[in-house]
Structures are given as structure tokens and as C-alpha cells.
């Protein structure tokens, strides 16, 4: 399942609602982005949708989750640990397998950073660490990314780099971009979030920048 239907997502914190109740589909083959001032709902919202779809979604949370006293080849590899056995996983962590090594290189190759593949997370800049995130969701090969602001510690050339790569192993997203650029550019539909609810949800070939700027 590349898509979904949910209805009824709502999140509170210590008794305020910050998200929802609102319903949210995306059809397989859209690239939607969420867009909205900080505290907004984002990330709330990228979060209720993992929790519905969980099994379905390759994430790339805004907390990276990198594990530092591991090489970037492991943390990318964990994107694919729930597939093997505990004797695969564990084998890997002393001598990982040749085709995983192969694979994983690839990914890093076109992420522009194969030289880092046996380097610690903990040694890696904030734009390599994120770009490491997005290899381990890229190697998870779900058909649905969830992405809370994926490229915002890149530069100009990277994030679109990167957002190129996202749109071609992912055939369904929805990605919390704060650069409307971006998301008009590489997404097909923009849903803007406003006090936790969809206060805009239009096609990008719709809109322009400004259209959405009053959103914030
Ligand atoms: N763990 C938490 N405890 C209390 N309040 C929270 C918690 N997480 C989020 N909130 C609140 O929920 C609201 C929505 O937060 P959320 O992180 O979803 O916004 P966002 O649109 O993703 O923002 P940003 O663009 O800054 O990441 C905010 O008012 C925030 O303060």
C-alpha cells in the first residue's frame, strides 16, 4: 500500500490540541508537502501518519536517530533490520555481507558522500548526518516516505540533489518542507497546516510561492 486514508488524526499535549481532528489521503504516485510556520503541526502530524502506517513507510524523522559509535554502513543498514534474522543482523555488525556493502555504497554514491560509508555518525557534519538518514529510509525501499524536513541542514546544490533522489526511490511522500521553493518544485500537491489543522490543499502546478506565504 503506497497511499492512505486516514481520518479522524488528532494529538493534544497536556490537554491542548495542537493537531486536528483532520483527515488526510494521499493517492499512490503524489508527492505532498507540508508546509506551515513553526509549531504549526508538522511534525505531530508526520508522526499520527507513522503511527497509522508504520509498516508501510520508509521515515526520515526530524531527530535523526543515528546510532554515533556506529560506522554510517550500519546505521543505513538498520533501515532493512527488521528483514533479516538475528543471526544476519548480528554477523553484520562484526562483518557485514558483500552485497549489503555493495548496496549500501551505491545509495552513499548517489547521495555524494561514498567515502564516508565505514566513518562513525559520530564524525559527521550535520548535513552528512542527515544525508545518512535518508540513505538508511532510502534503503528500507518502503513505497511510502514519511520525511520531517529532510534536507534542512543542506546547502542550495544538496538539497536539490537530494530532493531529486527522494523523488525517484519514493513513488508516494509526504515531506515537512519549510522551503516553499523546494516544495513547489519537487511535490506535486501542497497541504498547508495552520493551528494543527489543513487550512490549503492544492495542487503545486496551482500555486506559486506567494500563495503560500500567507500561511505564515
Ligand atoms: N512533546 C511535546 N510536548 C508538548 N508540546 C509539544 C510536544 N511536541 C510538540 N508540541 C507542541 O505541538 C505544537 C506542534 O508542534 P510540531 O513539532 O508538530 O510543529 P511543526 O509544525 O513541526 O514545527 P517545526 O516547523 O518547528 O518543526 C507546537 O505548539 C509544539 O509546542
Not at 525501499?141 to 519514493?170: C, I, N, T, Y
Request: hydrophobic content about 45%; overall charge neutral.
Amino acid at each position: 500500500m503506497a497511499g492512505f486514508e486516514l481520518s479522524g488524526l488528532s494529538a493534544s499535549f497536556g490537554g491542548t490540541r495542537v493537531v486536528g481532528p483532520l483527515s488526510l489521503a494521499i493517492r499512490p504516485g503524489e508527492q505532498v508537502a507540508l508546509v506551515g510556520k513553526s509549531g504549526a503541526g508538522k511534525s505531530t502530524l508526520i508522526r499520527l501518519v507513522h503511527e497509522e502506517v508504520n509498516r508501510h513507510t520508509s521515515l526520515v524523522p526530524q531527530e535523526l536517530g543515528l546510532v554515533n559509535a556506529l560506522p554510517v554502513f550500519h546505521n543505513v543498514f538498520m533501515g532493512q533490520l527488521d528483514r533479516h534474522s538475528v543471526w544476519y543482523n548480528t554477523v553484520t555488525l562484526i562483518k557485514p555481507f558483500a552485497e549489503d556493502k555493495k548496496a549500501i555504497r551505491a545509495l552513499l554514491t548517489e547521495l555524494d558522500m561514498p567515502e564516508k560509508l565505514w566513518t562513525p555518525a559520530a564524525a559527521l557534519s550535520g548535513g552528512q548526518r542527515q544525508r545518512v538518514a535518508i540513505a538508511r529510509a532510502m534503503y528500507r525501499k518502503a513505497e511510502l516516505l514519511l520525511a520531517d524536513e529532510p534536507v534542512s541542514a543542506l546547502d542550495g546544490p544538496m538539497a536539490h540533489l537530494v530532493m531529486r533522489r527522494l523523488k525517484q526511490h519514493f513513488p508516494t511522500s509526504l515531506i515537512a518542507l519549510h522551503d516553499v521553493e523546494l516544495a513547489l518544485a519537487y511535490c506535486t500537491r501542497i497541504v498547508g497546516i495552520q493551528d494543527g489543522q489543513v487550512a490549503l490543499d492544492e495542487s503545486s502546478d496551482k500555486l506559486t510561492a506567494s500563495d503560500i506565504v500567507s500561511l505564515y
